[in-house]
């Protein structure tokens, strides 16, 4: 039996876990294939759509618009529904709507699904990834990465400091920019 695609994806976790990275490397790979996505913090969405609803706007209209995507990602959209029922069912009725011309939708959240129960969606078409905290093989391909792009050497030492220090990729980010070099000439094999 065929495992039919789903629509949407619902990638929750605390902050600093790279939810968002893990989006925008979807939206990337959609953007490389010339796919038109659209991104949002959630907040953005939920305003316009209530927006829509308060000036007796067709629902229609809203979900053209976005329909006119290949990919919708909503960021923080749990921030924004977290005891508002009522408008978890409209965004719930909206993104489904949505939906039925192919859109693709990411939501993105630190609460699971079950915090925002008016909001969660069917398990055929929903994928549901919570993400756990970053591996130390993840902060240092990371770390690595950085590294190249500034074009720095730091000891291996410094490297490992910095990596058992965080526990979340901002954590990891910030500890990266604290590192100071003596000079930009001598970024390169420094040491430093």
Do not use: H
């Given at each position: 039996?065929e495992?039919k695609?789903?629509?949407?994806?619902?990638?929750?976790?605390?902050?600093?876990?790279?939810?968002?990275?893990?989006a925008?490397?979807?939206?990337k790979?959609?953007?490389?294939?010339?796919?038109?996505?659209?991104?949002?913090e959630?907040?953005d969405?939920?305003n316009?759509?209530v927006?829509?609803?308060r000036?007796k706007?067709?629902?229609?209209?809203?979900?053209?618009?976005?329909?006119?995507?290949?990919?919708?990602v909503?960021?923080d959209?749990?921030?924004y529904?977290?005891?508002?029922?009522?408008t978890?069912?409209?965004?719930?009725e909206?993104?489904?709507?949505?939906?039925?011309?192919?859109?693709?939708?990411?939501?993105?959240t630190q609460?699971?699904?079950?915090?925002?129960?008016?909001?969660?969606?069917?398990?055929?078409?929903?994928?549901?990834?919570?993400l756990?905290?970053?591996?130390?093989?993840?902060?240092?391909?990371?770390?690595?990465?950085?590294l190249?792009?500034?074009?720095l050497?730091?000891p291996?030492?410094?490297?490992?400091?910095?990596?058992?220090?965080?526990?979340?990729?901002?954590q990891?980010?910030?500890?990266f920019?604290?590192?100071s070099?003596?000079?930009?000439?001598?970024?390169?094999?420094?040491?430093?």
């Amino acid at each position: 039996m065929e495992e039919k695609i789903k629509k949407i994806i619902w990638i929750s976790g605390r902050c600093g876990y790279g939810k968002t990275a893990f989006a925008n490397s979807i939206i990337k790979e959609f953007e490389e294939k010339n796919k038109e996505t659209c991104k949002l913090e959630g907040k953005d969405f939920v305003n316009l759509l209530v927006e829509n609803i308060r000036n007796k706007n067709p629902i229609e209209n809203f979900v053209f618009y976005f329909q006119s995507y290949d990919l919708l990602v909503l960021d923080d959209i749990d921030y924004y529904l977290l005891g508002k029922k009522a408008t978890q069912k409209a965004i719930k009725e909206a993104i489904q709507k949505i939906t039925n011309n192919n859109t693709k939708v990411i939501l993105i959240t630190q609460k699971r699904a079950r915090k925002l129960r008016k909001l969660k969606f069917d398990s055929d078409e929903c994928f549901y990834k919570r993400l756990k905290a970053p591996t130390v093989e993840i902060k240092r391909n990371l770390v690595k990465s950085w590294l190249r792009v500034e074009r720095l050497v730091i000891p291996e030492e410094k490297t490992n400091e910095i990596i058992n220090k965080s526990n979340n990729l901002f954590q990891l980010k910030g500890l990266f920019n604290q590192i100071s070099f003596p000079t930009k000439e001598n970024r390169i094999n420094s040491g430093f």
